[in-house]
């Protein structure tokens, strides 16, 4: 049993996005213990795309999900999967997803999208910049390609819309792409390009040496399963398999596995549901790409890192539970087939799934409950890399009680 120990601030989840929130509350000068069942990193912020994506300003669907659903039910390989086994636990969040594309909330969701991902570029060139590690990040853009000629007025649509919302793109012409990625197949037609992106060489490392930072900041670390808690006077008491942890306040972030914790201790029901993510790391292709390229038409992404090349993309409802499947991931190199002069090699190739936390309305949670015992911050959906530096700087705001209108957006209560 872990003897118990009194903090300022228990933070339950250490993906990339509880462990920067760790760091900044410590630096506020709060003892901070950080809880996960698995070490730092582990979860979905070891797998993820690895790109920053200011340019991502919309929700996760569009009322073209209507015409997909019925191939999300019946294709297994598609970008977009509904396991039919899970439809019936998956409609009301779904029914939540299609009463938030209505055009009021749907604008809500872009106007709360785009507020965090102004902020992100910004708040991560400091934090890695405030630990030394500034090179973790090329600020070297990002490219979304096209190839079919049926493809360019939506495109050209995407352009307009991205500039209505003030995200810098410019259009690349299939010579333009050529010289800047002339590894990429000489039938690529053009794309958009997006400066103020980038992408993270080592996603799994930024969480690593953010995790040292903020130990050396006096963050204790507890390998530990939360199984549920409770508030009390003075203040929060977690209960783990490891004994009970006792803190001045709590912060909530630990991805698609807050629901239950947050029921637990604020007694409201998050509408929250997982996006499983795949991942194929391609360990022999570090030349390939000099940035982060998407598929317009095959709807996933490829990034260069420091161990390789890594196709990510696709997304499967199937819950927390179901086993992966594979398969999902070994598809992403059969995507790539076409895109290069020359096929990507497999050779020592391997496979990935995590989970991504999804609410309905494509926004996350970042509030302060329960009189300033409960901090939340979960729900990033694909964004969670991106926002993770921003929603720290937030959370550490929260924390002294001096959260801004901007975050209304990003209340419980809004459920």
Same mark, same amino acid.
């Given at each position: 049993?872990?003897?118990?120990?009194?903090?300022?601030i %228990?933070v339950?989840?250490?993906?990339?996005?509880?462990?920067?929130?760790?760091?900044q509350?410590? =630096?506020?000068?709060?003892?901070?213990? &950080?809880?996960?069942?698995?070490?730092?990193?582990l979860?979905?912020?070891?797998?993820?795309?690895?790109?920053l994506?200011?340019?991502?300003?919309?929700?996760?669907?569009? *009322?073209?999900?209507l015409?997909?659903?019925?191939r999300?039910l019946?294709?297994?390989?598609?970008?977009?999967?509904?396991?039919?086994?899970? &439809?019936p636990?998956?409609?009301p969040?779904?029914?939540?997803?299609?009463?938030?594309l209505?055009? %009021?909330?749907?604008?809500?969701?872009?106007?709360?999208?785009?507020?965090?991902n102004e902020?992100?570029?910004?708040?991560?060139?400091r934090?890695?910049?405030s630990?030394? =590690?500034s090179? +973790?990040?090329q600020?070297?853009?990002?490219?979304?390609?096209?190839?079919?000629p049926?493809?360019?007025?939506?495109?050209?649509?995407?352009?307009t819309?991205?500039?209505?919302?003030a /995200?810098?793109?410019d !259009? @690349?012409?299939?010579?333009?792409?050529?010289?800047?990625?002339?590894?990429?197949?000489?039938?690529?037609?053009?794309?958009?390009?997006f400066? =103020?992106?980038?992408? !993270?060489?080592?996603?799994?490392?930024?969480?690593?040496?953010?995790f040292?930072?903020?130990?050396a900041?006096?963050?204790?670390?507890?390998?530990a399963?939360?199984?549920?808690?409770h508030?009390?006077?003075?203040?929060?008491?977690l209960?783990s398999?490891?004994?009970?942890?006792?803190a001045?306040?709590v912060?909530?972030?630990?991805?698609?596995?807050? %629901?239950?914790?947050?029921?637990?201790?604020?007694?409201?029901?998050v509408? +929250?549901?997982?996006e499983?993510?795949?991942h194929?790391?391609?360990?022999?292709?570090?030349?390939?790409?000099? $940035?982060?390229?998407?598929?317009?038409?095959?709807?996933?992404?490829?990034?260069?890192?420091?161990?390789g090349?890594?196709?990510?993309?696709?997304?499967?409802?199937a819950? &927390?539970?179901?086993p992966?499947?594979?398969?999902?991931? @070994?598809?992403?190199?059969? &995507?790539?087939?076409?895109?290069?002069?020359?096929?990507?090699? /497999?050779?020592?190739?391997?496979?990935?799934?995590? $989970?991504?936390?999804s609410?309905?309305?494509?926004l996350? /949670?970042?509030?302060?409950?329960?009189?300033?015992? /409960? +901090?939340?911050?979960?729900?990033?959906?694909h964004?969670? *890399?991106?926002?993770?530096a921003?929603?720290a700087? @937030?959370?550490?705001? *929260?924390?002294e009680?001096?959260?801004?209108?901007?975050?209304?957006?990003?209340?419980?209560?809004?459920f």
């Amino acid at each position: 049993m872990v003897e118990t120990a009194e903090t300022d601030i %228990a933070v339950v989840g250490a993906g990339i996005v509880g462990v920067a929130c760790a760091l900044q509350l410590a =630096r506020q000068g709060h003892r901070v213990t &950080l809880v996960d069942r698995q070490a730092p990193g582990l979860g979905a912020s070891f797998g993820n795309a690895g790109h920053l994506a200011t340019e991502q300003v919309f929700p996760i669907a569009d *009322l073209s999900i209507l015409k997909r659903l019925p191939r999300m039910l019946l294709d297994p390989m598609g970008p977009l999967r509904l396991d039919w086994k899970y &439809l019936p636990k998956a409609m009301p969040w779904f029914t939540r997803l299609l009463l938030n594309l209505r055009p %009021a909330p749907f604008q809500r969701s872009v106007a709360g999208i785009r507020t965090l991902n102004e902020g992100s570029l910004g708040a991560w060139q400091r934090l890695l910049g405030s630990i030394g =590690r500034s090179e +973790l990040f090329q600020e070297d853009g990002s490219l979304l390609v096209f190839e079919k000629p049926e493809s360019r007025q939506a495109l050209e649509a995407l352009r307009t819309r991205m500039q209505q919302q003030a /995200v810098p793109v410019d !259009f @690349w012409s299939a010579e333009t792409v050529r010289e800047a990625a002339p590894q990429l197949s000489p039938s690529l037609l053009g794309g958009l390009f997006f400066p =103020r992106t980038g992408h !993270f060489i080592d996603p799994y490392r930024v969480v690593c040496e953010l995790f040292e930072a903020a130990k050396a900041c006096g963050v204790r670390f507890v390998q530990a399963q939360v199984d549920g808690g409770h508030l009390h006077s003075a203040g929060v008491s977690l209960a783990s398999d490891r004994g009970t942890l006792k803190a001045r306040q709590v912060l909530v972030s630990c991805g698609a596995h807050s %629901a239950k914790l947050t029921a637990a201790l604020t007694g409201k029901r998050v509408p +929250l549901d997982t996006e499983r993510g795949y991942h194929l790391m391609l360990p022999g292709e570090h030349q390939r790409l000099p $940035f982060a390229v998407t598929s317009l038409e095959r709807k996933f992404i490829m990034t260069p890192m420091a161990e390789g090349l890594r196709l990510a993309g696709t997304v499967e409802f199937a819950g &927390l539970q179901a086993p992966p499947s594979m398969q999902r991931a @070994w598809q992403l190199h059969r &995507l790539s087939k076409g895109l290069f002069r020359h096929d990507l090699s /497999v050779e020592g190739a391997t496979p990935w799934m995590g $989970f991504r936390p999804s609410l309905p309305d494509s926004l996350p /949670v970042i509030d302060r409950v329960c009189d300033g015992r /409960v +901090l939340l911050a979960f729900g990033h959906q694909h964004l969670g *890399l991106t926002q993770a530096a921003v929603t720290a700087e @937030w959370v550490g705001r *929260l924390a002294e009680q001096a959260g801004g209108p901007e975050m209304g957006a990003y209340r419980l209560d809004r459920f």
